[in-house]
């Protein structure tokens, strides 16, 4: 006890002792003011106070978080005030911070921070001048009218990010004057043309990322004089005319991003001399010409995308990868002719759809019947223009030589408006607002849909394309390295293959450890920033997601934009093949059947209770409910954006999900509830009871749809009239019949009439819980059987393996395709 006392009263004493240093430092260099200035300029801002911030005491003396200090003369030279809660415009109070060097007020849009939301022309800051050197401000929807004119003059600034502050007006070409500076980010406002050529006056740039404005431009030449210059990201902000040749001096740069524009002509000649580059992305533009073999050389390649474009012509292979650092390479959607190239195994490649390999076609753009370049979503251009393709909208052939689009002529001889013009001017403004109005309602079924699929945007665009690398793992689910899964598919072999389905294919896949995992390879590319974020997001969901009845992600890899899921193993296929084949259906019997409902019910419940808001499954089907060792039903393909590439340009007005199984509601009004898989889980639940698929052809062939094929017969004729004929009358009537009646009220058409999925348990789980299993007839040489009767003794009290217990050995690897 006493020994406890003395403890206490030292410590009291060091206490008293070093408040009394903090006091004598504070008084000795007047830091308290400093202090008091801080923690006004946070108050002012609405912000909370750090608890470190100690009024009376000094910020440098002692030790307040945010802030960095000159340890010569304790002065503040960074602040770090991101997501902190910042609200409203820079207050005045800053003005005395005066030593700042580095001020970080951005927002990076993330639930579970505290979010900032700076607003103004961040005026207050022009006191600041003289030492400032570093501001980020990104992701701030500032809610000003033009470029915040007081950035103009502080002239000492090296790095400076406005990026994603929706700040509209022309390209403030005031900026360039500013010539310490090194990294400059203006992406993602909404800045209107031309991109300027003084830009190339800014010779110690180091990065320039000035996409996703509405530029209406060519990319200025000047560029070129940007020696220094490692990062250049100009994607889709309509940039037009050819691609610069003059970036071909940019020796020093390694990223290059060019794609989702209208730039025509050929890549240029002297692109040769970018020995330093990494990543080229060319893609979704109307590049024309062939890909000379230095293309793929480049000393320093490692990720080429030129895919959507008009190149043409062969391509070399790649066979024996030291001579090349590539690792990806994206060519679909083309008009590639001549042998397929082969790549080896280290290069992730995407070609298998979509150009016109395999011909000799010499004048292949008048060739139509490539193969399958239908695949290509919104590529079209078939049709040649003296021998150049036709020119994208609003823009004329300037150069057929080398085939260069540019801006069509501005009609500026019609000064005089004739009658003709009034009235096309009429017709022009009547068909605007209807075309308004039609993208209003588009955007409000838009935005109810997306509502309920909101995830958390946890990853700013630029940091992801800027560091692919710098990702942290979600807990609980492993980060693999491309190598290692094509390791363990041997190069993703196809006699690995174990399904394939709209997303990509599925493989399996063995590791070093001994673990067999499936391995999902989706076969699109990441073509944005945000569709990678948006991977990322669904690796987040899918690892926080356990549960017996849910098939477990065990994985991913997302290197070159690649999206890959690795999941456990699932060893007897999925429900569909058991139960529509002749072989399969024999040991599904009626016992079988109903617990595999109540597995999928309870994997179900838990994806629409569990998150907030409910994780909606949409492709409910028997394809995708996997079968364990046990055989045991798991749902797969959960959590999964079924969104395609094409969505990135288009508002969706595709649906989601399979024919036969999508709820009509959400068919006919886009409504997506938790009450759309209640319905597919009816189908399902009746394709259990009858052995029928959702839909098939009659001898006319005519479609059958499932649900009204079984309600009239099932109220007239009863059970008898529907069940599973390969039952052979093995099956307890009256609990059939329940299934069936509770089949049929899931896939009520009008969503208020389906039950949840809790109630769907409740009916359910008791009548399980009352049955006893059948034993199967024991056969040999069938692996499901034994896999399954191994289990037989205590089936109903099998253990929870996957619920927080022991992970089970087994994984599958997944590889997405595009729908
Ligand atoms: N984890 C797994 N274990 C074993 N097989 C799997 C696994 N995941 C998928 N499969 C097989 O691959 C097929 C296609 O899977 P998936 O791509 O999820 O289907 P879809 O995209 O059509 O919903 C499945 O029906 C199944 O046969
Ligand atoms: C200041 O605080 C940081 C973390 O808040 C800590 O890591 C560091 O050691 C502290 N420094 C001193 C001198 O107390
Ligand atoms: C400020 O802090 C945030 C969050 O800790 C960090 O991500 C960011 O890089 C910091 N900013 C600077 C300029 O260091
Ligand atoms: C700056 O500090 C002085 C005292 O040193 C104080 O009088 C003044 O109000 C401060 N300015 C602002 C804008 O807070
Ligand atoms: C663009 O900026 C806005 C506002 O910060 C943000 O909401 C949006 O997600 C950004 N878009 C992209 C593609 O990053
Ligand atoms: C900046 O560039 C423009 C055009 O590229 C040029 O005319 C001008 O002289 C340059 N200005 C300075 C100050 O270097
Ligand atoms: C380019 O970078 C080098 C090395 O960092 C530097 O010495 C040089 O001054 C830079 N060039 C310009 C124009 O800033
Ligand atoms: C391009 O930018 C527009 C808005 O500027 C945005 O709506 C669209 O999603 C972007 N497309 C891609 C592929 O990033
Ligand atoms: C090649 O690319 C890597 C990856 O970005 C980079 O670290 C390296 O410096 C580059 N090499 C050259 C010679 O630029
Ligand atoms: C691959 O290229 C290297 C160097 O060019 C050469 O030494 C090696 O023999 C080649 N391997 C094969 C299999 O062609
Ligand atoms: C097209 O561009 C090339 C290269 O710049 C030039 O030599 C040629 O004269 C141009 N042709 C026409 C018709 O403008």
Same mark, same amino acid.
């Given at each position: 006890?006493?020994?406890?006392?003395?403890?206490?009263?030292?410590?009291?004493?060091?206490?008293?002792?070093?408040?009394?240093?903090?006091?004598?430092?504070?008084?000795?260099?007047?830091?308290?003011?400093?202090?008091?200035?801080?923690?006004?300029?946070?108050?002012?801002?609405?912000?909370?106070?750090?608890?470190?911030?100690?009024?009376?005491?000094?910020?440098?003396?002692?030790?307040?978080?945010?802030?960095?200090?000159?340890?010569?003369?304790?002065?503040?030279?960074?602040?770090?005030?991101?997501?902190?809660?910042?609200?409203?415009?820079?207050?005045?109070?800053?003005?005395?911070?005066?030593?700042?060097?580095?001020?970080?007020?951005?927002?990076?849009?993330?639930?579970?921070?505290?979010?900032?939301? &700076?607003?103004?022309?961040?005026?207050?800051?022009?006191?600041?001048?003289?030492?400032?050197?570093?501001?980020?401000?990104?992701?701030?929807?500032?809610?000003?009218?033009?470029?915040?004119?007081?950035?103009?003059?502080?002239?000492?600034?090296?790095?400076?990010?406005?990026?994603?502050?929706?700040?509209?007006?022309?390209?403030?070409?005031?900026?360039?004057?500013?010539?310490?500076?090194?990294?400059?980010?203006?992406?993602?406002?909404?800045?209107?043309?031309?991109?300027?050529?003084?830009?190339?006056? !800014?010779?110690?740039?180091?990065?320039?990322?000035?996409?996703?404005?509405?530029?209406?431009?060519?990319?200025?030449?000047?560029?070129?004089?940007?020696?220094?210059?490692?990062?250049?990201?100009?994607?889709?902000?309509?940039?037009?005319?050819?691609?610069?040749?003059?970036?071909?001096?940019?020796?020093?740069?390694?990223?290059?991003?060019?794609?989702?524009?209208?730039?025509?002509?050929?890549?240029?000649?002297?692109?040769?001399?970018?020995?330093?580059?990494?990543?080229?992305?060319?893609?979704?533009?109307?590049?024309?010409?062939?890909?000379?073999?230095?293309?793929?050389?480049?000393?320093?390649?490692?990720?080429?995308?030129?895919?959507?474009?008009?190149?043409?012509?062969?391509?070399?292979?790649?066979?024996?990868?030291?001579?090349?650092?590539?690792?990806?390479?994206?060519?679909?959607?083309?008009?590639?002719?001549?042998?397929?190239? &082969?790549?080896?195994?280290?290069?992730?490649?995407?070609?298998?759809?979509?150009?016109?390999?395999?011909?000799?076609?010499?004048?292949?753009?008048?060739?139509?019947?490539?193969?399958?370049?239908?695949?290509?979503?919104?590529?079209?251009?078939?049709?040649?223009?003296?021998?150049?393709?036709?020119?994208?909208?609003?823009?004329?052939?300037?150069?057929?030589?080398?085939?260069?689009?540019?801006?069509?002529?501005?009609?500026?001889?019609?000064?005089?408006?004739?009658?003709? &013009?009034?009235?096309?001017?009429?017709?022009?403004?009547?068909?605007?607002?209807?075309?308004?109005?039609?993208?209003?309602?588009?955007?409000?079924?838009?935005?109810?849909?997306?509502?309920?699929?909101?995830?958390?945007?946890?990853?700013?665009?630029?940091?992801?394309?800027?560091?692919?690398?710098?990702?942290?793992?979600?807990?609980?689910?492993?980060?693999?390295?491309?190598?290692?899964?094509?390791?363990?598919?041997?190069?993703?072999?196809?006699?690995?293959?174990?399904?394939?389905?709209?997303?990509?294919?599925?493989?399996?896949?063995?590791?070093?450890?001994?673990?067999?995992?499936?391995?999902?390879?989706?076969?699109?590319?990441?073509?944005?920033?945000?569709?990678?974020?948006?991977?990322?997001?669904?690796?987040?969901?899918?690892?926080?997601?356990?549960?017996?009845?849910?098939?477990?992600?065990?994985?991913?890899?997302?290197?070159?934009?690649?999206?890959?899921? &690795?999941?456990?193993?699932?060893?007897?296929?999925?429900?569909?093949?058991?139960?529509?084949?002749?072989?399969?259906?024999?040991?599904?019997?009626?016992?079988?059947?109903?617990?595999?409902?109540?597995?999928?019910?309870?994997?179900?419940?838990?994806?629409?209770?569990?998150?907030?808001?409910?994780?909606?499954?949409?492709?409910?089907?028997?394809?995708?409910?996997?079968?364990?060792?046990?055989?045991?039903?798991?749902?797969?393909?959960?959590?999964?954006?079924?969104?395609?590439?094409?969505?990135?340009?288009?508002?969706?007005?595709?649906?989601?999900?399979?024919?036969?199984?999508?709820?009509?509601?959400?068919?006919?009004?886009?409504?997506?509830?938790?009450?759309?898989?209640?319905?597919?889980?009816?189908?399902?639940?009746?394709?259990?009871?009858?052995?029928?698929?959702?839909?098939?052809?009659?001898?006319?062939?005519?479609?059958?749809?499932?649900?009204?094929?079984?309600?009239?017969?099932?109220?007239?004729?009863?059970?008898?009239?529907?069940?599973?004929?390969?039952?052979?009358?093995?099956?307890?009537?009256?609990?059939?019949?329940?299934?069936?009646?509770?089949?049929?009220?899931?896939?009520?058409?009008?969503?208020?009439?389906?039950?949840?999925?809790? !109630?769907?348990?409740?009916?359910?789980?008791?009548?399980?819980?009352?049955?006893?299993?059948?034993?199967?007839?024991?056969?040999?040489?069938?692996?499901?059987?034994?896999?399954?009767?191994?289990?037989?003794?205590?089936?109903?009290?099998?253990?929870?393996?996957?619920?927080?217990?022991?992970?089970?050995?087994?994984?599958?690897?997944?590889?997405?395709?595009?729908?």
């Amino acid at each position: 006890m006493s020994g406890v006392a003395t403890v206490g009263k030292s410590l009291q004493l060091l206490f008293l002792i070093s408040s009394t240093i903090i006091i004598i430092n504070c008084l000795s260099s007047s830091c308290s003011q400093e202090g008091d200035d801080l923690l006004e300029v946070v108050r002012a801002w609405n912000a909370d106070i750090p608890t470190s911030w100690v009024p009376g005491t000094g910020p440098c003396q002692a030790n307040w978080s945010l802030v960095t200090c000159d340890l010569n003369d304790l002065s503040i030279v960074a602040l770090n005030l991101s997501n902190i809660g910042l609200q409203g415009p820079v207050p005045a109070a800053i003005s005395n911070l005066t030593s700042l060097q580095s001020l970080d007020i951005s927002n990076i849009p993330d639930k579970e921070v505290q979010l900032n939301a &700076v607003t103004g022309d961040l005026s207050a800051l022009a006191p600041l001048q003289p030492n400032l050197q570093e501001l980020y401000a990104g992701f701030n929807y500032l809610q000003v009218d033009k470029y915040p004119e007081v950035i103009y003059n502080l002239d000492n600034l090296v790095v400076l990010k406005t990026d994603n502050c929706l700040i509209p007006g022309p390209f403030p070409v005031a900026l360039t004057k500013l010539k310490k500076l090194q990294v400059l980010w203006l992406g993602n406002n909404s800045f209107t043309g031309p991109v300027p050529s003084e830009l190339g006056n !800014m010779t110690s740039l180091r990065e320039l990322a000035i996409w996703g404005n509405d530029y209406k431009s060519a990319l200025p030449p000047e560029l070129g004089n940007l020696g220094n210059l490692t990062y250049l990201d100009c994607q889709n902000c309509s940039l037009w005319g050819s691609l610069p040749s003059e970036l071909g001096k940019l020796k020093n740069l390694q990223r290059l991003y060019l794609n989702t524009n209208t730039f025509t002509g050929p890549i240029p000649q002297e692109w040769q001399d970018l020995t330093s580059l990494y990543i080229l992305d060319l893609q979704a533009n109307y590049v024309f010409g062939t890909v000379e073999p230095w293309v793929l050389g480049l000393a320093n390649l490692s990720q080429l995308f030129i895919s959507y474009n008009q190149l043409q012509g062969p391509l070399p292979s790649i066979i024996n990868n030291t001579n090349t650092r590539a690792t990806a390479i994206w060519i679909n959607c083309n008009y590639f002719t001549g042998e397929v190239p &082969v790549f080896g195994p280290t290069i992730v490649d995407y070609l298998d759809s979509a150009n016109c390999f395999d011909t000799t076609n010499e004048n292949i753009l008048s060739d139509t019947y490539c193969a399958r370049r239908l695949n290509c979503q919104g590529f079209q251009q078939d049709v040649t223009q003296n021998g150049c393709p036709p020119c994208p909208d609003g823009q004329y052939l300037a150069n057929s030589t080398l085939c260069i689009c540019y801006e069509a002529a501005s009609s500026s001889s019609s000064k005089k408006f004739p009658v003709g &013009v009034i009235v096309g001017i009429c017709i022009a403004v009547v068909v605007l607002v209807l075309a308004l109005i039609v993208i209003f309602l588009l955007l409000r079924m838009w935005r109810k849909r997306t509502q309920h699929e909101s995830r958390h945007d946890y990853f700013e665009d630029e940091l992801s394309a800027h560091d692919i690398l710098k990702w942290e793992t979600p807990k609980g689910v492993q980060r693999y390295s491309f190598q290692d899964l094509a390791n363990a598919t041997d190069g993703f072999n196809n006699a690995r293959e174990i399904g394939s389905g709209a997303f990509g294919k599925v493989f399996v896949g063995t590791f070093p450890d001994g673990k067999t995992l499936a391995i999902k390879r989706s076969s699109t590319v990441a073509f944005s920033a945000r569709s990678q974020k948006e991977f990322r997001n669904e690796v987040l969901l899918l690892s926080r997601l356990h549960h017996k009845n849910l098939v477990r992600l065990e994985g991913f890899c997302d290197e070159n934009r690649l999206q890959i899921l &690795v999941y456990e193993y699932m060893k007897n296929g999925n429900l569909h093949g058991h139960l529509f084949t002749r072989k399969g259906a024999r040991y599904l019997d009626w016992y079988k059947r109903l617990e595999i409902a109540v597995q999928v019910a309870r994997g179900l419940d838990y994806l629409h209770s569990f998150a907030d808001p409910p994780v909606i499954h949409r492709d409910v089907k028997p394809s995708n409910i996997l079968l364990d060792d046990n055989l045991d039903a798991k749902v797969s393909d959960f959590g999964i954006s079924r969104e395609t590439p094409e969505f990135i340009t288009h508002v969706s007005t595709r649906l989601a999900g399979t024919a036969g199984y999508i709820d009509p509601q959400y068919f006919l009004r886009r409504q997506l509830t938790p009450a759309s898989d209640v319905y597919s889980y009816g189908v399902v639940l009746l394709e259990l009871v009858t052995g029928q698929k959702a839909i098939r052809k009659n001898e006319q062939g005519d479609e059958l749809n499932l649900i009204q094929w079984a309600t009239p017969r099932l109220e007239e004729g009863g059970i008898e009239a529907i069940v599973d004929a390969q039952l052979e009358g093995n099956y307890p009537k009256d609990i059939y019949l329940d299934m069936a009646q509770l089949a049929v009220r899931c896939a009520a058409f009008e969503k208020d009439f389906r039950p949840s999925m809790k !109630m769907v348990l409740s009916i359910l789980e008791p009548q399980l819980e009352a049955s006893q299993p059948v034993r199967p007839i024991p056969s040999n040489d069938d692996v499901i059987l034994q896999a399954w009767s191994s289990t037989l003794p205590g089936a109903e009290t099998t253990p929870n393996h996957s619920d927080g217990g022991p992970v089970s050995n087994e994984i599958s690897i997944t590889v997405l395709e595009p729908r």
